[in-house]
């Protein structure tokens, strides 16, 4: 069945550095694409989509280019702040229109 | 536009207790769902509804849970006879189908549910 593969964290960085967080995913067909996030005691908000190969999805200063022929989604930023503490999940949307979830990221900025 | 609102945030219930949590989706968004997330995990799937029709439903619902949609909008999940490992946080999602849309689905807040 399809699934998605996040890289492990926690991940922790300082103000202003560059982040990436992996992300692989198994699926058959063309599934959408996309990266959640969850704050402490909050449901998820969508961050970001993709839903067709080569598209760059964006918001908020992160981004996410949609990769078939590695079968990735990676996660960046240029330069995070501390609000960008949460935890991040990688999920696809394949012919059920249900979403997959990878296990999530939890990140944290330090001032 | 209001977002998904769910009912109750927080509930605490004794083991063997029922306890019913409430979805009220996006307006007009014809698909609902409901996930299922413990701590450190990424939310699981348990079943999604298009309009009032139960499309499917994970094996991870077991026989005492129920979900039910009876006129295309709000829904209702309800955990009987509740366990321990039903602990969770209980999320409703809902989104639009159609090209325009993208199908995007929006999620709750969420409802914490724990069983001492």
């Known amino acids: 069945g399809d699934s998605v593969t996040q890289m492990e964290g926690p991940v922790t960085l300082s103000e202003e550095a560059f982040l990436t967080i992996n992300c692989t995913y198994t699926?058959?067909?063309?599934?959408?694409l996309f990266w959640y996030v969850q704050y402490p005691g909050e449901g998820l908000q969508l961050l970001l989509k993709a839903t067709k190969a080569d598209d760059k999805g964006s918001n908020k200063g992160f981004e996410a280019t949609y990769r078939k022929e590695t079968t990735s989604f990676h996660l960046e930023k240029g330069s995070v702040q501390v609000s960008d503490s949460a935890v991040y999940f990688c999920a696809l949307s394949g012919g059920a229109q249900k979403l997959v979830f990878g296990q999530g990221t939890r990140l944290t900025i330090n001032p | 536009d209001t977002g998904v609102s769910q009912d109750p945030r927080h509930k605490i219930t004794k083991r063997g207790q029922n306890v019913t949590f409430r979805c009220d989706p996006i307006s007009e968004h014809n698909r609902l769902y409901w996930y299922r997330q413990t701590l450190g995990q990424g939310p699981e799937f348990l079943t999604y509804f298009q309009n009032e029709a139960q499309l499917e439903k994970s094996r991870l619902l077991s026989d005492r849970f129920s979900a039910e949609r009876p006129k295309g909008s709000f829904s209702t999940l309800e955990i009987q006879r509740t366990e321990q490992g039903d602990s969770a946080m209980y999320l409703c999602?809902?989104?639009?189908?159609?090209?325009?849309?993208?199908?995007?689905?929006?999620f709750g807040e969420g409802s914490w549910l724990t069983v001492v």
């Open positions: 699926a058959t067909g063309y599934p959408s």
């Open positions: 999602a809902s989104s639009l189908t159609g090209e325009i849309s993208g199908n995007t689905i929006y």
